[in-house]
């Protein structure tokens, strides 16, 4: 429905997944996240994990997708596989040479943290695959509205939010043709030596840092024109509506929750 | 008919960046009025006041000295502020700068959620405003993906929801290519014919111009010309010297008659160009 | 002899995507040394991205761009000598005006070319004479001028690189007609001062009409016609198919011709038009009311 909205990595569709109420899906993911780092044993990630590929399934993405979140963080990921593999040096020695010497807790611990990383890679980038930039903006906004009353401001944070998602494609084609027209002037930027190459970052950067300016000026007038005033007494057109599909979903992620929290306990 | 707008000895002055230098004036009192359901056009060339008067119709600036009233709010009444930008909405000249929202029905719905229309009122009146300048299919876009005469359209319909009773656009077309330029047009057209909304349309294309009730011309912060087009475009002389053009249509008849030939002054369509030069060949 | 040519040219946006899709398609064209061209055709119809082939910001998916006779991406490492022979004026220039100063601004392409201060000072106060901008403006900011002017320092930069052909993308877009005007004269000395080669992109037929020697128009991303002037506006009815305006006084003459009253096909400008009706007025006899 909103498949226009292209920015970030979000992929439409009309999976159960996608249909979710965003604010249950960032309930969800966050009860995810705990149950992700709340069993201590294989059989807890295991239970995680297929949760995980059974949330992928009915969400219809390519499960390749997913990897392709996780590839970029990869050497992070090996690094400090590695380190806590070296680092961590207490229980029974499986192997060592000289000075290095790898544990068994060290190599479960960092089998467990890797697993659990890719776990939660793959699992909130379901939450975004899922959910349009500005939709979860909005989720947001309602979940935290509560805080509106300890003055925390929700409603200008999730404004300023919905109206940089706005203006990063026109940001972006105007990157564009700034580009270009400082190449027709002979700057190098995508060629010459790296001092050059900065040097002509700023007459790119200049423009557009005027122009951004220039467009906030209008935004606003043109907002204060259309009776903007805050966020007080304000109505929406995009309504939320909680189906019981959320309320199921919602409940079999507090199953899966309570299965790792006992299952961790009884190991 | 009634005065939906009423300007009395409007002047406006900036105050100057630099200290000590007196503040400049803009609008040198201009006296104004306009009835409900005109379609009028204010041309001018640039710097000449006109942005400036525009933006006193909606109190983004306010008077200096004199007076604005709009639909019987003064501009300067603070406590009617909202009630006023209802009644004159204002469309700006880049299309990609007015508009807020990442999906097109939400930025038509944007002033209602501000003025707290409730749920069933505000849907009911954003897909009729959408359905009014046909930009229906499209609501659910995002308006990076429209062309530039469509997002005007949206930013229009984001006014028509406010249910105005006039709407004032400044400069709407000038960075449309001439595809856009008609579809801005011919909807501005059709709010006036259907709805009876008051249209004050301010631009420096003079064929925009051509096809309004009545236009007001302004040079250096004043009203120098205030007639129906025939009149206004006939008076080619004055219109150049000022730095506007004229229809090429007209400027052929005044040609024509400086040369000495019988032919009328006020001409401003095709077709009468047509058939003046032939009743010329006829006689 | 021909400055500019492309050979079959191509261009095809995201290859192998969904989202394919051509927007010129084999192109070609002969633009010969000292011209003043014309460039119509609307929004998508693929006259943007061929402009940005000529001075080699687009590359041909197909195809050839020949400056002077020579492949332009027959070295790929030249391209950048390509662009300061063919000085490419973007719409809204101003937008990239970003030094402190009108000298810096118009001096920056002439610094990219490497060349040494004083030659880089000779072309700046020679392009901003050529272009109208008077001399105490160089060392104020570029963003205090106002709009007419700014639009003034970003040509200027460009003609400043002494570009063999010149192409402006609508120079004249969101200009009052005073503001227009000016421009659109100073363009016109400059081509007379140096005989250079020049294509302007306008929607403006009446604009058009006052300035080109010839018109290149393109539709649904082929080449619709490249011709002399009067040639072109001849073909008014075709014209109006594609969906181009042409100049209100064609249509008046198309329309008197179709009611009997044929003056030829090459009425574009108001001058014109005046003489030649008074012309077939004499010509009548002086029984009329002239």
Redesign the interface.
């Known amino acids: ?2 498949r ?3 920015i970030g990595q979000y992929f439409p569709g009309d999976s159960i997944i996608h249909k979710l109420d965003p604010r249950f899906k960032i309930v969800i993911t966050l009860l995810y996240i705990v149950m992700l780092f709340s069993g201590g044993s294989y059989l807890c990630l295991v239970v995680g994990a297929v949760y995980t590929f059974g949330a992928i399934l009915l969400s219809r993405i390519p499960v390749k997708m997913f990897w392709k979140s996780v590839k970029p963080l990869l050497p992070f990921l090996i690094i400090t596989a590695v380190l806590n593999l070296l680092l961590m040096n207490t229980g029974d020695v499986i192997w060592q040479w000289k000075f290095l010497k790898i544990t068994e807790s060290g190599l479960n611990t960092s089998l467990f943290m890797v697993i659990r990383i890719v776990l939660l890679i793959m699992g909130s980038s379901l939450l975004t695959y899922t959910t349009s ?2 939709t979860l903006t909005d989720a947001i906004e309602r979940l935290l509205s509560p805080l509106r009353k300890v003055k925390f401001p929700v409603h200008e944070l999730a404004m300023m939010m ?2 940089a ?2 203006f990063i ?2 940001l972006i ?2 990157t564009d ?2 580009m ?9 930027i995508d ?1 010459g030596s790296f001092t050059t190459r900065a040097k002509n970052l ?3 950067l ?2 557009l840092f ?2 951004a300016f ?2 906030a000026d ?2 606003a ?9 805050g966020g007080d ?7 939320l509506r909680s189906a019981p599909r959320d309320y199921i979903a919602l409940a079999i992620t507090v199953l899966f929750l309570v299965g790792v929290i006992v299952l961790g306990k009884i190991a | 008919m009634e005065n939906i707008i009423e300007i009395k000895g409007l002047h406006f002055a900036y105050e100057s960046d630099e200290e000590g230098k007196k503040p400049v004036e803009v609008l040198k009192g201009i006296d104004l009025d306009i009835k409900q359901g005109e379609f009028v056009a204010v041309l001018g060339h640039n710097g000449c006041g006109k942005s400036t008067l525009a933006k006193h119709l909606n109190a983004i600036l306010l008077p200096t000295e004199g007076t604005v009233t709009v639909d019987g709010i003064d501009t300067k009444d603070e406590e009617k502020l909202f009630e006023l930008r209802q009644r004159a909405g204002m469309v700006f000249q880049n299309p990609d700068n007015q508009i807020v929202s990442s999906i097109v029905e939400e930025d038509v719905a944007f002033a209602l959620e501000n003025l707290g229309v409730p749920y069933e009122e505000m849907r009911k009146r954003v897909d009729e405003s959408l359905k009014a300048v046909g930009m229906y299919e499209y609501r659910l876009h995002s308006p990076s993906q429209l062309s530039g005469g469509q997002k005007q359209r949206v930013a229009i319909a984001g006014v028509i929801a406010m249910q105005p009773k006039c709407i004032i656009l400044d400069e709407p077309t000038a960075m449309l290519d001439p595809q856009g330029r008609k579809e801005v047009l011919a909807t501005i057209h059709r709010m006036n014919r259907e709805q009876g909304i008051t249209i004050v349309l301010i631009t420096h294309y003079m064929d925009e111009a051509a096809n309004c009730d009545r236009v007001v011309v302004m040079d250096k912060g004043q009203v120098v010309l205030d007639n129906v087009p025939e009149k206004v475009f006939s008076q080619v002389d004055k219109l150049k010297a000022i730095g506007l053009d004229v229809p090429q249509v007209t400027e052929l008849a005044w040609e024509l008659r400086k040369a000495g030939c019988d032919i009328s002054p006020e001409i401003i369509s095709e077709e009468e160009c047509v058939a003046a030069i032939q009743k010329l060949f006829a006689d | 002899m021909a400055i500019l040519e492309t050979q079959e040219l191509t261009y095809t946006y995201s290859m192998g995507t969904p989202f394919e899709k051509t927007a010129v398609d084999h192109v070609s064209l002969k633009i010969d040394e000292g011209e003043m061209v014309g460039v119509m055709g609307h929004t998508g119809s693929g006259k943007s991205t061929l402009i940005q082939h000529f001075n080699g910001l687009l590359k041909p998916t197909s195809g050839k761009v020949l400056l002077d006779g020579k492949d332009i991406w027959a070295d790929k490492d030249k391209i950048r000598d390509v662009r300061f022979k063919v000085g490419l004026v973007f719409q809204y220039p101003e937008y990239p005006i970003f030094e402190e100063t009108v000298f810096k601004d118009i001096a920056f392409g002439p610094k990219n070319m490497g060349l040494d201060e004083a030659e880089i000072k000779r072309r700046v106060y020679e392009t901003a004479r050529d272009i109208g901008l008077k001399e105490e403006l160089m060392e104020r900011s570029p963003f205090e001028l106002s709009g007419g002017q700014k639009r003034r320092v970003a040509i200027a930069g460009v003609m400043a690189m002494e570009p063999r052909v010149l192409i402006l993308d609508e120079p004249t877009a969101g200009l009052d007609p005073a503001g227009r005007d000016k421009i659109l004269s100073h363009i016109k000395r400059y081509h007379e001062r140096t005989k250079n080669t020049i294509l302007i992109v306008s929607h403006s037929m009446e604009d058009i009409a006052t300035f080109a020697d010839k018109i290149l128009v393109m539709s649904k991303a082929k080449l619709f016609c490249y011709d002399e002037t009067v040639n072109v506006f001849a073909r008014a009815d075709e014209i109006s198919d594609i969906g181009l305006d042409v100049p209100q006084i064609t249509k008046v003459f198309g329309e008197l011709r179709r009611r009997g009253l044929d003056f030829g096909k090459e009425v574009y400008t108001v001058g014109y038009a005046r003489d030649l009706l008074l012309k077939h007025l004499n010509a009548k006899g002086g029984t009329l009311n002239c």
């Open positions: 429905m909103l226009d909205i292209t930039p500005i919905s109206i998602l706005r494609p026109t084609e105007e043709k700034i270009s027209a400082q190449k027709a002037r002979g700057a190098e060629t700023i007459s790119i200049v423009p005027i122009s220039r467009r209008e935004l007038t043109a907002m204060e024109c259309r009776c903007y005033h007494g304000r109505t929406r057109l995009r309504q």
